[in-house]
């Protein structure tokens, strides 16, 4: 699912970077993909993307996150993410009233906050969104693209 994750953002994102867990093995990945890997185990995804959001380089003004398992993620479903900044930090999907924050568009700065918000001891991803101004996107293209595959059930019913 990864590469298919990778293929997906390669096609509006450059450069990738993948975040790793702690000792993770990953498949060989596409050249320019950069790896780092979480400074702590089980550091959760708030710690994962301030990790990814350091290692970008620094001419990058904004990054779309999203998880590895997203097999159904689109190419025009992250551009109309990262197109809906706006003055945001954060272009967020709602779907039938949830937040999506691991399938969304966050501005550099976003990754200094969820720095700062975790020396402070606030590890979710929700509270970023709340402590930076956040465009709730609810009409985007490919809904199918916040469809995660967790178990060996959720995969055998995509095919």
């Not at 096609?11 to 990953?26: D, H, K, R, T, Y």
């Not at 301030?50 to 992250?78: K, N, R, Y």
């Not at 900044?85 to 700065?109: E, M």
Request: a negative charge.
């Amino acid at each position: 699912m990864l590469l298919r994750v990778l293929r997906a953002l390669h096609a509006v994102v450059n450069p990738i970077v993948v975040v790793a867990a702690v000792g993770q093995q990953l498949p060989p990945l596409p050249d320019g993909v950069m790896v780092v890997f979480d400074p702590t185990p089980d550091g959760g995804p708030l710690l994962g993307f301030a990790t990814g959001m350091a290692a970008l380089p620094p001419h990058v003004t904004a990054a779309f996150l999203s998880s590895c398992d997203a097999p159904l993620l689109h190419p025009e479903f992250v551009a109309h993410l990262l197109a809906n900044l706006g003055a945001n930090a954060i272009a967020v999907p709602r779907q039938v009233g949830r937040l999506h924050p691991l399938a969304a568009a966050y501005r550099r700065a976003a990754g200094v906050v969820a720095l700062e918000r975790l020396r402070d001891g606030h590890s979710s991803m929700m509270g970023l969104l709340d402590a930076l101004p956040t465009a709730a996107v609810e009409d985007f293209p490919h809904a199918e693209s916040l469809r995660n595959v967790n178990t060996p059930e959720d995969y055998a019913a995509l095919t």
